[in-house]
């Protein structure tokens, strides 16, 4: 049998190399089980070597040879290294005088596919406070990476995005927009001195609720670009069902509370956004989940915290998330393309160079659809104007794609019907201020 294809022997072999190549020369050292992040050439650029650990600094890492573990490094999109496996030695000093301290880092990746690592250190038995020092300090910058021109994904395929999407781009009542936006900015510039004074923890929520394809994501993703253009933290938790085969080990919750840990060890204020809420309120982690909302878990940012949710299904958010004040602060209701002015704005968006006053008329038809239905009925009608090479667009064509999308999509179990959302009094005395 072949060891190597056994995964959970690797670590077996790490540790045999560690005994026969180090002890020898470090015999009160102990091997433990470490993180991944200290092994990024980010992370441990940024640590700063002024800092103690436990009475030691932090000088410089260097990689060594080692038969049981390659050195291959991956870049991230600035050619640094973000992830690698290998053999390293890190050295730190004692600030008081005294023997340096040689930390030996194993790191190897356990899946071909997928990210998965194992990492372990040998230091000596009295440095152990301090490499956990280290260590934690190694995940806050890891967390943190590039916190401000990214954003920071949480369970998804990607590690960070930059968020592209401008308030102009989207397409609703400008009233929404702006209170949508007043109260994120009023919270992290007014609210969060106010809450500490009252010594509460500045944690906000808010949730965007609407039927499926009006804009929320987008309205993420604005709130995200403004977010770091102040120089905010933007963490983004993907949606909790399109779980990649590296988390699906880990539950859904975990991510959560993975954002709230990245926001408490942040030095600056946070934006969190959690896509799908609804979907976190299954019977297993509701409870968790409820408090988390109640701030009661989570452990905190002073610079303050701003969670933004969204859900297409209200519906599964009960009378205790919903009720309860406190869990959610407020909630903005994201409808449907609402005016004749709104759809003609919506339409021309997507129709660009091929837009034509005459359609005007027809925009009313529009009217009560939500912004993704509008700019399927105008890919679909600019697919057929290139199809059969027309050099304009007829407005019977228009008409014809809207019928047709229209027909799709009664269809299918009336999914853009006007949904009731049944939410009763929290929403309106939440929105309707
Ligand atoms: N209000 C809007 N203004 C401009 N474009 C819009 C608007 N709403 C939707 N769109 C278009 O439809 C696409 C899908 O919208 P988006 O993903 O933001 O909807 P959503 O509300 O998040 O839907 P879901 O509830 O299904 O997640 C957008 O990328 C955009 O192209
Ligand atoms: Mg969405």
Redo the contacts with the bound molecule.
């Keep these: 049998m072949n060891d190597s294809n056994h995964d959970h022997f690797k670590s077996d072999r790490m540790a045999t190399w560690i005994k026969s190549a180090w002890l020898p020369q470090h015999p009160t050292a102990i091997t433990v089980w470490t993180s991944v992040a200290v092994v990024s050439e980010t992370v441990v650029e940024r640590i700063d070597r002024s800092m103690s650990f436990a009475g030691y600094r932090f000088t410089a890492s260097e990689a060594l040879d080692c038969p049981v573990v390659a050195n291959i490094r991956q870049l991230d999109d600035r050619s640094f290294v973000w992830r690698q496996t290998g053999a390293f030695i890190y050295h730190f000093n004692p600030e008081a005088g005294g023997d340096v301290i040689d930390v030996l880092v194993l790191c190897a990746q356990i899946h071909e596919v997928g990210w998965s690592f194992v990492v372990l250190a040998a230091l000596p038995e009295h440095f152990k406070k301090g490499w956990t020092a280290f260590v934690e300090e190694a995940n806050r910058l890891d967390e943190a990476y590039d916190q401000h021109d990214r954003v920071i994904v949480i369970g998804g395929r990607q590690n960070s995005f930059v968020p592209t999407v401008d308030w102009d781009?989207?397409?609703?009542p400008s009233a929404l927009k702006t209170d949508l936006l007043n109260d994120v900015d009023a919270f992290f510039k007014k609210g969060v001195s106010i809450y500490l004074k009252l010594n509460l923890k500045p944690f906000r929520k808010l949730l965007l609720a609407?039927?499926?394809?009006?804009?929320?994501?987008?309205?993420c993703n604005a709130l995200a670009k403004w977010a770091i253009s102040e120089g905010y933290l933007v963490i983004y938790i993907s949606s909790a069902r399109k779980t990649s085969n590296e988390e699906e080990y880990t539950t859904s919750f975990s991510k959560i509370e993975r954002a709230l840990e990245a926001a408490a060890s942040s030095s600056v204020p946070t934006l969190i956004l959690l896509?799908?809420l609804d979907a976190y309120l299954h019977e297993d982690e509701k409870a968790l989940v409820l408090n988390v909302l109640d701030g009661s878990e989570a452990p905190l940012n002073t610079k303050g915290t701003l969670l933004v949710s969204?859900t297409?299904y209200p519906e599964a958010i009960d009378e205790r998330v919903l009720k309860r004040p406190g869990r959610l602060d407020r909630v903005f209701i994201?409808p449907e393309?609402k005016t004749d002015m709104d759809a003609v704005e919506?339409l021309k968006?997507?129709l660009g160079a091929m837009w034509n006053d005459e359609f005007k008329q027809f925009a009313h038809e529009l009217v009560g659809y939500?912004?993704?239905f509008i700019?399927e009925v105008a890919i679909y009608a600019l697919t057929q104007v290139a199809q059969d090479d027309l050099p304009e667009l007829p407005p019977a064509l228009l008409e014809k794609s809207f019928k047709a999308l229209k027909a799709q999509i009664d269809a299918r179990d009336n999914f853009l019907k006007q949904r009731s959302f049944g939410l009763g009094d929290p929403l309106r005395s939440a929105n309707g201020s």
């Design positions: 781009e989207i397409v609703l609407g039927v499926p394809g009006t804009g929320k994501t987008m309205l896509e799908e969204t297409n994201i393309v919506m968006r997507y939500p912004g993704a700019r």
